[in-house]
């Protein structure tokens, strides 16, 4: 099995910034691409990004293309989301995930963090 941690999530005000960052523990060579989803209250949850394992190749939603930033470690099993230029429609709980190697689902899921962007 493969847990996912996520920590960095809080409360900013709209054009500000916040660093996600999720740490992988357990099988985490059996780990493929990683990403962020997000949920609104009252919203189903939503692709934000995601990033391949071998080549970092990156993949965002339009509503944070330009604006939000993957990256990886695959030494330190950990993925960050820089965030930048942070809208009230950001506003979620942000989930990490990650996918068994081979397979197109995510599987694995953490907790989730409160991203909070007040106008």
């Known amino acids: 099995q493969v847990q996912l941690v996520e920590s960095g999530g809080g409360s900013v005000q709209a054009g500000g910034s916040l660093r996600l960052s999720c740490v992988a523990s357990?099988?985490?060579?059996?780990?493929?691409?990683m990403g962020w989803f997000r949920q609104a209250p009252g919203k189903e949850r939503e692709f934000v990004v995601s990033?391949?394992?071998?080549?970092?190749?990156?993949y965002y939603a339009n509503s944070v293309k330009g604006r939000f930033t993957i990256s990886r470690d695959n030494a330190n099993n950990t993925v960050y989301l820089q965030m930048n230029s942070l809208k009230p429609e950001d506003t979620a709980v942000y989930y990490c995930?990650?996918?068994?190697?081979?397979?197109?689902?995510?599987?694995?899921w953490g907790q989730g963090t409160q991203v909070t962007v007040s106008s």
């Open positions: 995930a990650a996918q068994p190697a081979f397979k197109p689902q995510f599987d694995y």
């Open positions: 357990g099988r985490t060579f059996s780990i493929g691409a």
């Open positions: 990033i391949t394992r071998s080549s970092g190749t990156p």
